[in-house]
């Protein structure tokens, strides 16, 4: 039996979880989110707990079961506290801001680079050379701090680039001059 699967997702006071069949829709302080769930799972609502259970214990249906759960009890999360994500720039010179809805990094190319909000997912500076992704979508959020990631990825060498704020970079020693 899958573990996460087995937990019971706490629904708070101040948010609303409506099942309708296949599809669940969570609304709380924050938004709405809708997902629709696959055939080999159930949600079934228990005062203020949701409880996830699978139909039968086929492969497929055993791999869904925990996830399943883990996306609605993220749905519940994000519409009630909601997501962050914080990428950090590294170099001379490298630097980012917020012009209205776009972000502008300077990363050390000869023009800079752009990136507009998408939807439901906001840019915010923390200083020149942090920017925290946020919004109520987990996925998105994760998925828009990749994106920026991708434009200038941390080299070994030097650690210059982008990277997510908790990740560590394994460094390279540089050549060793006279060595042979």
Request: include cysteine.
């Amino acid at each position: 039996m899958s573990r996460i699967g087995k937990k019971h997702i706490t629904v708070p006071a101040d948010v609303n979880v409506t099942i309708n069949g296949k599809v669940v829709t969570v609304e709380g302080k924050l938004g709405k989110l809708t997902r629709t769930i696959e055939d080999g799972v159930s949600i079934e609502r228990a005062d203020n707990e949701l409880i996830v259970n699978r139909v039968n214990d086929a492969p497929k249906n055993r791999a869904l079961h925990g996830l399943t759960r883990q996306l609605v009890s993220n749905m519940v999360e994000g519409v009630s506290k909601g997501f962050s994500k914080n990428v950090v720039i590294n170099g001379v010179g490298y630097k980012a801001q917020k012009v209205g809805n776009k972000l502008i990094l300077n990363i050390g190319f000869s023009h800079p680079v752009e990136i507009e909000e998408t939807d439901g997912v906001t840019f915010e500076i923390v200083n020149a050379t942090e920017i925290a992704c946020k919004g109520i979508d987990k996925e998105k959020v994760g998925q828009v701090a990749a994106n920026i990631r991708s434009k200038r990825p941390c080299e070994p060498y030097h650690g210059y680039g982008i990277r997510y704020a908790n990740e560590v970079i394994k460094r390279k020693e540089g050549k060793m001059a006279g060595k042979k």
